[in-house]
């Protein structure tokens, strides 16, 4: 079957499986993402309701796939919840850490992000969050791949320090765990450059790839699901004509 694609000048995004995408080795300047956490919530196509062992299987094929087409000194920025359920809680964040290393990334540090003022729209998502966050506090861990290149010196404060901003309304992007565009904004302005490639394996709403457009970022997307793949492709869209 066909890869489905649209471009918008020096942004594309691909309706497809991240793991089974050809993307050329070392191509990638920066990654930022934040995948599926494995709480229940309804992604589509995607299943996010694996066991954990399951779960950790996927995290490790997909930080494999990414550390191989990262550049060498290249980063990733992953968004992720401290831990996720409520009764045999499973530490997400530090599991994740661990795989990251084995792949051969080296950690750099933690920036957290307190989203304590962020919109719950209902019910349902309030149980989704309240499985997966504790006390509406998420991560964002940064790795690199070879050797770190420091950054841009306006930007270090943002390293090792804590972020607080809301949320995305999850109807304004009809997605259900969209994160907020200023995430990606600060990531792409501290760790890249004018005309670097950046990638989203885990697109959802788009938002990663709003940020690249601004700041003028070659941007690649990569969105599983058909319904969230349209759904960013209007968004980049309507942002474009602005």
């Given at each position: 079957m066909a890869?489905k694609?649209?471009?918008?000048?020096?942004?594309?995004?691909?309706?497809?499986n991240?793991?089974?995408f050809?993307l050329?080795?070392?191509?990638v300047?920066?990654?930022?993402?934040?995948?599926?956490?494995?709480i229940?919530?309804?992604?589509?196509?995607?299943?996010?309701?694996?066991?954990y062992?399951?779960?950790?299987?996927?995290t490790?094929?997909?930080?494999g796939?990414?550390f191989?087409?990262?550049?060498?000194?290249?980063r990733?920025?992953?968004?992720?919840?401290?831990?996720?359920?409520?009764?045999?809680?499973r530490?997400?964040?530090?599991?994740l850490?661990?795989?990251?290393?084995?792949?051969?990334?080296?950690?750099?540090?933690?920036i957290?992000w307190d989203?304590?003022?962020?919109?719950?729209?209902?019910?349902?998502q309030?149980?989704?969050?309240?499985m997966?966050?504790?006390?509406n506090?998420?991560?964002?861990?940064i790795?690199?791949?070879d050797?770190?290149?420091?950054?841009?010196?306006?930007?270090?404060d943002?390293?090792n320090?804590i972020?607080?901003?809301?949320?995305?309304n999850?109807k304004?992007?009809?997605?259900?765990?969209?994160?907020?565009v200023?995430?990606?904004?600060?990531l792409?302005?501290?760790?890249?450059?004018t005309?670097d490639?950046?990638?989203?394996?885990?697109?959802?709403?788009?938002?990663?790839?709003?940020?690249?457009?601004?700041?003028?970022?070659?941007?690649?997307?990569?969105e599983?699901?058909?319904?969230?793949?349209?759904?960013?492709?209007?968004?980049?869209?309507?942002?474009?004509k602005?």
């Amino acid at each position: 079957m066909a890869i489905k694609s649209f471009r918008i000048q020096d942004i594309i995004v691909h309706n497809c499986n991240f793991l089974n995408f050809n993307l050329s080795e070392s191509s990638v300047d920066l990654i930022i993402t934040s995948p599926p956490y494995n709480i229940g919530i309804d992604y589509g196509i995607y299943n996010d309701n694996k066991t954990y062992k399951e779960y950790l299987e996927f995290t490790k094929k997909w930080l494999g796939k990414s550390f191989d087409i990262l550049k060498s000194n290249g980063r990733i920025c992953i968004n992720v919840p401290i831990d996720t359920g409520k009764n045999g809680k499973r530490s997400l964040a530090a599991d994740l850490t661990i795989l990251a290393k084995r792949t051969g990334f080296k950690y750099k540090g933690t920036i957290v992000w307190d989203h304590s003022t962020s919109l719950m729209t209902s019910s349902k998502q309030k149980k989704f969050y309240a499985m997966a966050f504790s006390k509406n506090i998420e991560l964002i861990l940064i790795f690199y791949k070879d050797e770190w290149i420091s950054v841009k010196k306006e930007f270090r404060d943002y390293v090792n320090e804590i972020w607080k901003f809301s949320g995305e309304n999850p109807k304004r992007v009809n997605h259900p765990a969209a994160f907020p565009v200023e995430i990606p904004r600060r990531l792409i302005k501290m760790f890249s450059e004018t005309n670097d490639i950046v990638l989203d394996p885990f697109l959802g709403s788009g938002t990663t790839l709003m940020a690249c457009k601004q700041l003028l970022r070659k941007g690649i997307g990569i969105e599983i699901d058909e319904k969230y793949f349209e759904g960013s492709k209007t968004r980049i869209s309507d942002q474009n004509k602005h």
